[in-house]
């Protein structure tokens, strides 16, 4: 398992990550003090279940909280991910394998169609890890609409969406792959 429902209980490790320089300056829910973190726990379970948003803390292979991942502005079956992991866990998988699992949960639990993600355009980091995402399209352009909108303070965000369809298929080709690829072993 590799996420697990938000509870207060993880909020000492993750605030430990959430404060590091690397991390802070990129996350949406911002908190100074672990008190203040502590709240906005309570908030976040909260509003999950008026159907705000749906938040789930990411895990590592035993268990320790390592950061978390967010579907946030739930409307009209789509939303905003956010998503962080501590330092300590920068380039080892974890993103990827949450965002599998939380995409899997959304579109086929859910049932959110589209998910947006607005990246800071000087997030180098987030950028590239959102272009090696096959079934992610920079949506600048094509979903002018909101890109407007999450930039009317400036040039400051790039969009990506991500679609249920473009999602379900990716998956698709990726299992056909891996059953290809044993039958090739096989024979």
Known sequence: MILKKRDVADCHALYELLVDPAVFPFVRQK????????FLTKQTIEAEERGELISRTIVD???????????????????FLGTWV????FGKGYNKLAKDAFFEELFFTCDIQTVFMRIRKENIRSYMAANKLPYCTLANEI?????????????????????????HL??????????????????
């Open 31 to 38: 908190a100074d003090s672990y008190d203040e973190f502590v």
């Open 61 to 79: 292979e035993w268990g320790a909280p390592i950061g978390t991942i967010n579907l946030f502005d739930v409307s009209d079956q789509s939303g």
């Open 86 to 89: 501590g330092k300590p866990y």
């Open 143 to 167: 979903r002018q609409d909101i890109y407007n909108k999450i930039n009317k303070d400036g040039d400051i965000y790039n969009l990506f969406q991500i679609e249920k369809d473009q999602y």
């Open 170 to 187: 990716h998956m698709m080709r990726t299992q056909q792959q891996s059953l290809d690829e044993f039958d090739v072993k096989e024979a």
